[in-house]
């Protein structure tokens, strides 16, 4: 008899999944979220494009992009390149990082209502943002304490809570009591403050992207593109906490860390996102679950969460810069006014409260 050496047996990539690479190292990728992500970067590209044309005065849709490289009418280029760009890619970034804390924050605390705004994230920064502005006017001070503020907010919400994971709607109404304190305290640091120096701590209290600080919009960007892999990776063994501890424990997991590592992507995240533009209300909200209706129940969809916050926000924008032109509406006014009655629905249907 002769002797055969045995072939490895081939493995199959589930239904609706793509396997890419060779024997042990491999990645499976979702057929359907890819191609939501696909279609939501598209029309992200087409909302940037149409955000850079529109404006009290308008620039051709085919023009927008040789401007943005500098070629093309002097008046275009200064339109799209000194006065639009800048305002959309703070936009973009805004979006993205609040799409991400969004998305974490829900799968964490298996409850669509946990994000950003409900669990004190936001209001933390913001209240910490205040405060360097009222009492140590820098140029740095409020991207950093703004991320003081949210990861204080995190860790209050968490401590008095006892966590998040199983605690997911303990966690909730803790935050908002956080939440309610902070924004208290924000609101006393502004009656009590000079006159001018409330002026200039107001912005940070309405989400807004006119006239943003070139380096608060660079520190968010780069914070989006070192969390957001991280996130994608995380994103795969939060899906796992749907199950029991001790079955994710005998899976090789450690369940503490892969929580604490969500919070601290969040709370990086939204604390960015407010130290840039101030808070924008329901983007964590709607976001999210954009990305969850295109990209279906079987992952975490980082990705396409990042993609809708930035369509979301650059949309929102736009509508505040025309709706109403010459007037601008803020866009965390804009955001809130659209994303309120979704959050009522929310409030009153029971039944989707719970991440499946």
Do not use: C
């Amino acid at each position: 008899m002769t002797a055969h050496a045995a072939r490895p047996a081939t493995v199959t990539a589930p239904p609706g999944t793509w396997r890419l690479g060779r024997r042990r190292w491999s990645v499976l990728i979702d057929r359907r979220a890819l191609v939501a992500a696909t279609v939501l970067g598209g029309l992200l590209l087409l909302a940037v494009a149409v955000s850079l044309a529109l404006g009290t005065a308008r620039v051709e849709l085919t023009s927008t992009l040789p401007a943005v490289v500098g070629v093309g009418e002097p008046r275009d280029v200064l339109l799209v390149q000194r006065l639009r760009l800048p305002r959309v890619a703070a936009g973009v970034a805004v979006g993205a990082a609040l799409g991400i804390a969004g998305v974490l924050l829900q799968t964490l605390a298996r409850n669509r209502l946990a994000t950003p705004d409900t669990v004190g994230l936001n209001d933390g920064a913001t209240a910490f943002a205040v405060a360097s502005v009222v009492a140590v006017p820098t140029t740095l001070a409020p991207s950093a304490f703004a991320l003081v503020g949210s990861a204080t907010a995190a860790a209050l919400a968490l401590g008095l809570s006892g966590g998040a994971g199983r605690r997911g709607y303990r966690f909730l109404v803790v935050g908002l009591g956080v939440g309610a304190a902070l924004g208290a305290l924000t609101q006393l640091m502004l009656a009590r403050a000079a006159i001018d120096d409330a002026n200039r701590a107001l912005p940070w209290t309405v989400g807004s992207l006119n006239s943003r600080a070139p380096l608060a919009v660079a520190i968010l960007a780069v914070g989006v593109a070192v969390v957001l892999p991280l996130a994608v990776l995380l994103g795969r063994r939060l899906h796992l906490l749907r199950l029991a501890d001790p079955v994710v424990l005998a899976l090789g997991q450690r369940v503490s860390r892969i929580r604490l590592a969500a919070i601290g992507a969040a709370v990086t995240t939204a604390g960015l996102s407010v130290a840039t533009a101030g808070p924008l209300g329901l983007v964590a909200l709607l976001a999210p679950e954009i990305a969850r209706k295109a990209a279906g129940p079987r992952n975490v969809p980082v990705v396409g969460a990042a993609l809708a916050g930035a369509l979301v926000v650059v949309l929102a924008d736009l509508l505040g810069r025309t709706v109403a032109a010459p007037v601008e509406l803020p866009v965390g006014i804009v955001t809130a006014v659209v994303g309120g009655p979704y959050l009522l629905w929310l409030l009153l249907t029971t039944r989707t409260r719970r991440i499946p």
